[in-house]
Every structure is written in C-alpha cells, then in structure tokens.
C-alpha cells in the first residue's frame, strides 16, 4: 500500500512570492491534515478535511494560507504571500477517520529568505 | 487554550538502557498517539494507546485518562532509537502535539 506522498519535498522563497504544496493521501482515507512543523518544534495543525469540506481551518492564516480539496483525495496548501516567519515544514497526514491512526507524509520543507 | 506537555526535553542514554517519556495534557482525552521522528524523516505513528496500557515490541504506552497523562516506555534502548519522540491528543476537533523529547543513544 502506497503512503502518504507529498511535493515538492523543497522550496526556496524570497518574502513575497507564493508557493503551492501538494499531498496525496493514502487511498481510502477520508480524513486529511495539515501541519505546520516549524524547526525544533512539534507539528501544529492548520487545517483539516473530512472528504472535501473543511472541518477546521481556524489555525490557517487566512489573509495568506489557503487550503482545498476538491474531489475529496489530493488536497493543496497554497501561501500567497511568503513572511521568512513561515519557514518550516509542511506536513500532510490522512487518516481512515477522526481519531484513527495517522500517517504522515515526508514533508515539504520551505525556506523563506 | 489546549496545551501538551512532554518531559523531559531531552535524554541521553547509553545503548542497553532503559527510557521513560511522559506527556500531560492540559484537559481530558481520550484520542493519545505517540509518533517517532528522526531528523529530517517523516513522522511515524508508534502506538495509539486511548487509555490503558499498550506494548509494541520494545514500547509500552500506558495512558491513564483521569489524570490526563500518558508515557512512553522505551526498554533496551539501541542506537537506531535516537529521535525526536511526540505525543499528541485529538479532541473533538483538535489535534495539539507536543514539542517532544529528543533521544539520543549512545554506544
């Protein structure tokens, strides 16, 4: 069974540039996250689907930060507008449902300059 | 605000030696999972122990719901164990981690 996979697995930034990042989830799953990981720190959920609609999206800075899943499977994290203050790595998880068990994919790590 | 503590920050065993990792939570849960993450990998699920006590392998989860607490008990610990372990809590619909314990084990 494929795992969650994720791309670009890197990005660089000059503030003020926008970026999108893609995720995948494992097939099946109707629940899919995203984290923010800054570094040195735990992950911090941004927001969250359950099939297409967003459960939870109340830690995603909404000026710059959108996130869509339209058919339910692949979903897409967009910034607009880079700060340096958004270096981290992003992180997708899914999951067979709330509560159940996640899976994480490697990551994208973004470098905002 | 939802908080998870994790303790110690970070621990330095020596190979063969045994670990003990704790997280508190900040309200009730009934939803803890512990993951492992070495540096720059992906995170991994080890266990997801909602109350009780769970074991994989050398892992042992014990979860004890009225006291908001859960631990991780690493037993005979390797080299290949060094990492960052993370604790999180969902709730209704939340899902707050810890900053984790950094383990390093030494030869």
């Not at chain 1, 997708?92 to 490697?106: I, K, L, N, V």
């Amino acid at each position: 069974e494929a795992g969650v996979t994720q791309s670009p697995r890197y990005a660089v930034l000059q503030e003020g540039q926008a970026v999108s990042f893609w995720c995948d989830p494992i097939s099946g799953h109707d629940t899919l996250y995203w984290y923010q990981q800054p570094r040195d720190q735990g992950p911090q959920l941004l927001v969250y689907f359950r099939d297409e609609a967003v459960i939870d999206n109340s830690q995603l800075p909404s000026d710059r930060f959108s996130a869509v899943r339209p058919k339910g499977t692949n979903s897409t994290l967009k910034i607009q507008s880079a700060k340096q203050g958004d270096t981290a790595t992003y992180l997708c998880a899914s999951s067979p449902g709330w509560g159940d068990t996640q899976y994480f994919g490697p990551g994208t790590r973004l470098l905002v300059l | 605000e939802q908080q998870v503590q994790q303790s110690p920050a970070s621990l330095v065993l020596q190979e063969g030696e045994n670990a003990e990792l704790q997280c508190s939570f900040s309200i009730f849960t009934n939803q803890v999972q512990w993951f492992y993450q070495r540096p720059g990998g992906r995170l991994v699920s080890l266990l997801y122990n909602p109350s009780g006590t769970k074991q994989s392998g050398r892992l042992t989860s014990t979860t004890v719901i009225k006291e908001r607490r859960s631990s991780l008990h690493i037993s005979s610990s390797q080299i290949t164990d060094s990492g960052t372990y993370l604790c999180a809590m969902e709730n209704t619909d939340k899902v707050v981690f810890g900053t984790g314990t950094r383990l390093q084990v030494s030869p």
